[in-house]
């Protein structure tokens, strides 16, 4: 089982960077992979994969509009994974998801193979 909490959302500027955080905590927290997705305004049907990271910390990968602008980071020692964004963008607005896949394949990026799911944490970047 696994819990997760997210913080850190707001309104922010084009431009500007922001950081997100996600708690994990449960017996298969330490073993999961945790991936970031993210549900943009109207569109309530699909999460877009944005990140993800191995449990050992060592394996990160990211989806195609966010790479080279967001980084993703493991602090197992405090049960947290963060997501850095920078140079942030309309199209980043958001809610953001942290999700936890304990029995996936090696790096999954489809909403389906998480099986635990955080509340939400609303992104908003305003032009």
């Known amino acids: 089982q696994v819990q997760l909490a997210e913080f850190g959302g707001g309104l922010v500027q084009a431009g500007d960077s922001q950081r997100l955080s996600c708690t994990a905590s449960g017996s298969a927290a330490s073993r999961a992979v945790i991936g970031w997705f993210r549900q943009a305004p109207g569109n309530e049907r699909e999460r877009e994969f944005v990140a993800g990271i191995t449990a050992s910390g060592i394996n990160k990968y990211y989806g195609r509009p966010v790479k080279g602008r967001f980084t993703i980071a493991r602090d197992n020692a405090k049960n947290t994974v963060y997501l850095q964004m920078s140079n942030l963008k309309s199209d980043d607005t958001g809610i953001y998801y942290c999700?936890?896949?304990?029995?996936?394949?090696?790096?999954?990026?489809?909403?389906?193979?998480?099986?635990?799911w955080g509340q939400g944490t609303q992104v908003t970047v305003s032009s």
């Open positions: 999700a936890a896949a304990v029995s996936s394949s090696p790096l999954p990026r489809d909403g389906s193979e998480y099986g635990y």
